[in-house]
């Protein structure tokens, strides 16, 4: 668990952190291909998976209101049901920049389609 938190403390760091969360990554799985032996990456895979599909809603929340605030800045805090419409629209089919998930589209991950 240590070493997938360290993968994914590397993917939001800059150059140098990243290095360090890669080094501390390194060293948990190498320890506990130590005590694991054959069985290491059976257990790697099934628990990178499951972490995986965690979903982090506190992120998701804070996301979303970082995409409306700039609206309710702007509107004095009155957001008509169509503008949340647009918003909503606009974030679901975005294609992501950058990260693990560059290229693909909120909408297409959900159901794990393209």
Do not use: C
């Amino acid at each position: 668990m240590l070493a997938w938190h360290h993968e994914h403390l590397s993917y939001q760091s800059q150059t140098k952190h990243k290095r360090d969360h890669q080094h501390e990554r390194h060293q948990w799985l190498d320890f506990a291909e130590g005590l694991l032996d054959n069985q290491f990456e059976p257990f790697k895979a099934l628990v990178f998976e499951k972490l995986d599909a965690i979903v982090h809603a506190s992120s998701l929340v804070e996301m979303v209101n970082a995409f409306i605030r700039p609206s309710l800045n702007s509107s004095q805090g009155h957001i008509t049901q169509e503008t949340l419409n647009l918003i909503m629209l606009y974030h679901n089919y975005r294609r992501y920049k950058s990260g693990k998930r560059q290229g693909k589209a909120p909408i297409a991950l959900l159901p794990g389609e393209t």
